[in-house]
């Protein structure tokens, strides 16, 4: 079985239309998610649902994108990444359309899955597109131009999304949606580059168990897992703590989203750069310390006005994408080039399933008493810490076995497989 290169190189004009190319996409599949959560107070309504049935709705794409990664483990690295993408974004766009036009809450579900099963493989070919045009030294300030998909998501899509459910329904952003996705889609088909990255000689069942038998690449899964569930776990709830417990209305929820955005838009490519000049690991663990203190201060609080509530969310949002861009670099180093599809599709598989898990966990411990207001939050909110928690720990540990992970100038090749870690 052949391997390809660990990165192809690209003139920087070309790696940056590439990357902004690629943050479009994971744009899309970032706000298809996101906007599920502000949209919660008007679902819940609209269809009736308990605190439980709406964590039902929300975990199905995550479910779904977890067991489309898992199989794409298998196949992904026998195609060139492009080709790949292309087809699996289009099935996304499709999927999403279904969604606004879903008219109860079972079809919604329905569609729900469909796109997260499109979404998840989706995202995961971003993630080792950047891998293959990206340097090791320089691949934390490249993650970072591509997760700017989660501030310009909030600054942008989630506003004008609720505006949309606002004047038109709650149909209105999947439709939104759905255009951005095939606009994205025409101009992803003319920028992005052939790479040969197929796996010549590509033998599904040896590169599954290659992949997932690795002590290095099994480090890296557990980082990847508790890394999405210390934020997953609150976001569900999140938008409707808000305007249950803080007392906003609903109409000032984009005012507190696009506030956050703004602010993670300027805090992300800075974190980004940080990542390729200090330690991986110290700058990950001070970001999460931050994180604790503001999850703890969110969690706890009976009553908010508007600007408390906007300086709360921007703190929220600009800490909790910003231990991505080390932690994401540290698992993308973590692999070599010939393994690389088919682990960030089983790595998306997990870090879909953690956020199900998050928000069905999420629903265990929140409900609703007799005048709106939502119980258990502050309980979430010591889980979440945990979390944290054991996010430092298993970039320790993935540290340790490799340091290189963590280096801000990468000279050391990733193990290969086989080897003891």
């Given at each position: 079985?052949s391997?390809?290169?660990?990165h192809h190189?690209?003139?920087?004009?070309?790696e940056?239309?590439?990357l902004l190319a690629l943050?479009g996409?994971q744009f899309t599949?970032?706000?298809d998610?996101?906007i599920m959560?502000p949209?919660?107070?008007?679902?819940?309504?609209?269809?009736?649902?308990?605190?439980?049935q709406?964590?039902v709705?929300?975990?199905?794409?995550?479910?779904?994108?977890?067991l489309?990664?898992l199989?794409?483990?298998?196949v992904?690295?026998?195609?060139?990444?492009?080709?790949?993408?292309?087809?699996?974004?289009?099935?996304?766009g499709?999927?999403t359309?279904a969604?606004?036009?879903?008219?109860?809450h079972?079809?919604l579900?329905?569609?729900r899955?469909?796109?997260?099963a499109?979404g998840?493989?989706?995202?995961s070919?971003?993630?080792?597109?950047?891998g293959?045009?990206?340097?090791?030294?320089?691949?934390?300030q490249?993650?970072?131009?591509?997760m700017?998909?989660?501030?310009?998501?909030s600054?942008l899509?989630?506003?004008?999304?609720?505006?949309?459910?606002?004047?038109?329904?709650w149909?209105?952003p999947?439709?939104?949606?759905?255009?951005c996705?095939?606009?994205?889609?025409v101009?992803?088909?003319?920028?992005?580059?052939?790479?040969?990255?197929?796996v010549?000689g590509h033998n599904?069942?040896?590169q599954?168990?290659?992949?997932?038998?690795h002590?290095?690449?099994?480090?890296?899964?557990?980082?990847s897992?508790?890394?999405?569930?210390?934020?997953?776990c609150i976001i569900?709830?999140?938008?409707?703590s808000?305007?249950?417990?803080?007392?906003?209305?609903?109409?000032?929820?984009?005012k507190?989203?696009?506030?956050?955005?703004?602010?993670?838009v300027?805090?992300?490519p800075?974190i980004?750069?940080?990542?390729?000049?200090?330690?991986?690991?110290?700058l990950?663990?001070?970001?999460?310390?931050?994180?604790?203190?503001?999850?703890l201060?969110?969690t706890?609080?009976?009553t908010a006005s508007?600007?408390?509530?906007?300086?709360?969310?921007?703190?929220?949002?600009?800490?909790?994408s910003?231990?991505?861009?080390?932690?994401?670099a540290?698992?993308?180093n973590?692999?070599?080039a010939?393994?690389?599809?088919g682990?960030?599709?089983?790595?998306?598989?997990l870090?879909?399933a953690a956020?199900?898990i998050?928000?069905?966990?999420a629903?265990?411990?929140?409900?609703?008493?007799?005048?709106g207001?939502?119980?258990?939050?502050?309980?979430?909110?010591?889980?979440?810490?945990?979390?944290?928690?054991l996010?430092?720990?298993?970039?320790a540990?993935l540290?340790?076995?490799?340091?290189?992970?963590?280096?801000?100038?990468?000279?050391t090749p990733?193990?290969?497989?086989?080897?003891?870690?």
């Open positions: 079985m391997a390809p290169v660990e190189e690209l003139t920087k004009g070309r940056l239309i590439t943050a996409v599949h970032v706000l998610f996101m959560m949209l919660g107070a008007q679902l819940m309504r609209v269809f009736n649902l308990s605190p439980a709406f964590t709705l929300v975990a199905s794409y995550g479910c779904a994108a977890a489309s990664g199989a794409g483990g298998f992904l690295d026998r195609f060139d990444r492009k080709r790949a993408l292309l087809v699996l974004y289009a099935g996304f499709i999927a359309l969604c606004g036009l879903a008219p109860t079972h079809w579900i329905a569609a899955i469909a796109a997260g499109f998840g493989l989706s995202g070919m971003v993630s080792a597109m950047v293959d045009i990206i340097p090791p030294a320089r691949r934390g490249a993650m970072s131009i591509v700017g998909s989660f501030p310009l998501a600054v899509g989630v506003p004008c999304g609720l505006i949309l459910a606002g004047k038109f329904g149909h209105a999947f439709f939104m949606l759905a255009a996705a095939l606009l994205n889609l101009m992803a088909s003319f920028v992005l580059p052939h790479l040969r990255t197929a010549v599904p069942v040896r599954m168990r290659e992949i997932v038998t002590a290095l690449h099994l480090r890296a899964f557990a980082l897992g508790v890394l999405v569930m210390a934020g997953g569900p709830f999140l938008a409707p808000f305007v249950a417990n803080f007392g906003l209305a609903e109409s000032d929820l984009p507190a989203y696009m506030i956050g955005g703004l602010a993670t300027i805090s992300t800075l980004g750069r940080l990542s390729d000049r200090i330690d991986r690991l110290h990950l663990a001070g970001i999460s310390l931050l994180a604790v203190a503001v999850v201060t969110l706890h609080l009976q508007l600007a408390v509530a906007c300086a709360i969310m921007a703190s929220f949002m600009v800490t909790m910003g231990r991505y861009a080390p932690a994401m540290m698992v993308t973590a692999v070599q010939r393994y690389r599809g682990f960030m599709s089983v790595n998306s598989a870090q879909q956020s199900g998050a928000t069905l966990l629903g265990v411990f929140i409900t609703v008493r007799a005048d207001h939502l119980i258990g939050y502050s309980t979430l909110g010591w889980v979440s810490v945990g979390f944290f928690g996010t430092v720990f298993f970039a540990r540290r340790a076995a490799a340091p290189h992970v963590a280096r801000a100038t990468m000279a990733a193990p290969a497989v086989g080897a003891s870690a």
